[in-house]
């Protein structure tokens, strides 16, 4: 049995995270493979070593403080469990909390959790709309289509692997977004991103599993299927326009 953790859920839970959580159970059912999935609240003690796959959602800016306090006097082992390859999907500001620091418009630097050395970056835009990445890990090639809405931007050096290229919609760095180290994937696109991209939750299932993903049982996907050709065409209609530079920022 597979044991899944929802980090502080009860305040990670903005924007389709818990959307993501739903649909990696529900694949998971379709395959029949068995897991426990663990809804941590805040204020609770927890070691994340205990688990097998954590997934860490999104919350507003202004909650960054209370996320932080979580990671420094609750949250035990993450670092050490990102190191030792265990699997974590961490979606926006999830992820970003977990750089060393945040650079606000006014100037006012802030540290964060230190668990990797990139800087974020607030904006004076916002991005929102939908986006698309073209992705490569492990063999594991797809567009994966999600969507954004933030003012701060998490900036590394070009020498990390990021998590994909950029075709629409979101980055104002060097063409990529998100990053890959070791079992850790982390990226700006808010949730459900497993419920969009179905492969992509089964790439995960199969890595979880220790099995390729032509190993996975045959299951229907046909409404998958057709949900990632529609969202995908979506994004090359906006892309051919010309227009996602207009339609997807605004000053705040």
Do not use: W
Request: glycine residues 8%; contains cysteine; charged residues 25%.
């Amino acid at each position: 049995m597979k044991k899944i953790l929802y980090l502080c859920y009860d305040l990670l839970d903005f924007d389709g995270s818990r959307g993501d959580i739903m649909y990696l159970a529900h694949r998971l059912d379709q395959y029949g493979f068995e897991y426990e999935i663990t809804y941590h609240q805040t204020n609770t003690a927890i070691d994340v070593r205990d688990f097998d796959f954590v997934y860490i959602g999104v919350a507003p800016i202004k909650y960054y403080p209370l996320f932080l306090r979580q990671l420094q006097e609750y949250v035990s082992g993450l670092k050490e469990f990102i190191e030792a390859d265990g699997m974590v999907l961490a979606i926006e500001q999830g992820y970003k909390y977990l750089g060393k620091e945040l650079v606000k418009k006014d100037g006012e630097v802030v540290p964060l959790a230190g668990i990797f050395d990139f800087n974020v970056v607030q904006m004076p835009e916002y991005t929102i709309g939908n986006a698309l990445l073209k992705v490569t890990i492990d063999g594991f090639t797809s567009r994966i289509n999600g969507f954004v809405n933030y003012d701060i931007d998490a900036v590394f050096d070009l020498e990390n692997t990021p998590f994909g290229d950029i075709e629409l919609g979101i980055g104002r760095f060097n063409g990529v977004e998100g990053m890959i180290y070791k079992n850790f994937i982390g990226t700006q696109l808010r949730g459900p991103i497993l419920a969009r991209n179905y492969d992509f939750t089964d790439f995960l299932i199969a890595k979880l599993q220790g099995i390729e993903m032509s190993d996975l049982p045959i299951v229907d996907s046909r409404l998958e299927i057709d949900d990632k050709r529609v969202l995908t065409e979506d994004c090359e209609a906006i892309i051919k326009s010309g227009a996602q530079a207009k339609e997807y920022n605004y000053v705040s």
